[in-house]
């Protein structure tokens, strides 16, 4: 048999489990041939059922090992998961794995990615108990299961779909480096923010006309933000937001940069609309200007993480927050046309209560007793497209 060694890396979606279920919860395999020993052009077929990826079947196997943190020894203990059985899981049955043969980008490009979910029901997810600290790993050199897993061939052009057959030689999977783990922390439940109404349109006069800027002909934009629930909700506008974002492999997904510092559409000092909107070509739905990303973040020294009051702003029950934003330069040097004008979602940092409560008590940050990075972010989006009809780089 044939063995086949494999580049694997492990991490956990979220940095919680949330024993309620509100908030999915994945394990996230990346795993990568790249090998010098491997020169076998195909594509590698593995086999999920009774592998590495199959989370339950892999404890019970020790083809991974779930470790419990002891806050008072900090010291991890092997949790003995017992047999657990075959998975229930609903997870894809196969996962490729491309060739190195001929690769030029990084490896960590090439990951083939997997998430296998933790239902908050499962017999699994019965050792997890609420504040205790958890870590999924595996080994370098393991077996990484997935019995059957062979080489596919590479798609026919003359077969119905270009579908690969499959070689009859069964291969060995065994990890060559085993990079990260999946660390996590138990809790009964998490606080989610009240729902909100977000609307975006053309800024219009009283009367319903169009209006313009006092400087020119400047294209102005009406964000306004509804707070439908019964409480105070505060929330981060611009600096370094701290909240729970989704990660891959080995780091925070793209669209959820951590700590995202760029202002939000509705921060009064600098709204920053290429931060948050997009422009796109109504007659081909393509985006032609996209949003600006967020730079690379510096190494900060250790300061207090509590947001400062001036980054934050309090959206009262029924009292519409209303923002106007000149989105002008979004539109200067574009070709003649009809374009679209989309928000981005971005989320934000947020706690009940209000900033006057909070300056009441004396500090300039937010009480202590309010602040937590272990939240969900509140997500400013809006559904909203303005169409503009742009003629010389201007909205008419």
Known sequence: MAEVKIHTVINSRYQVFDRSGSLPFSIVFGLCRRSSEDTDPRPLRLNTAKSILDVPYALSHKLLILREHDTESKRETEVDVGQLGESDSEEQSELLLPSPVGRTENWKKSLSKYQYHINPSSKLASFFKPGKKYAISNKAGGDLGGKGSTYAEQADPKKEQGKPSTSSENLKLVS???????????????????????????????GGDITDDDKGNATLLEITVLNTGNEAITVQTRGRQRFLVPRGPMEAEEDFPPEDPRPRIIDTKTPAPAASIQVVDTATGTT????????????????????????????????????????????????????????????MWWCIGSCEDFKAEGEDRVPYHLYSAIIPPFMLECEDVVELQVENGVAS
């Open 288 to 347: 032609v200007r996209g949003t600006t990303k967020p730079g690379v973040c510096g190494l900060y020294q250790k300061h207090d993480p509590r947001p400062k009051l001036e980054l934050l702003v309090t959206l009262k029950p029924g009292e519409p927050l209303i923002r106007h934003v000149d989105v002008s330069r979004l539109l200067a040097d574009l070709p003649d046309g009809s374009y679209g004008l989309r928000m981005e979602p971005r989320g």
């Open 176 to 206: 060559s480096r085993a990079d990260g783990r999946a660390s996590f922390t138990v809790v009964p439940s998490l606080p989610w923010p009240p729902k909100v109404q977000t609307r975006m349109q053309r800024c219009r006069s009283e």
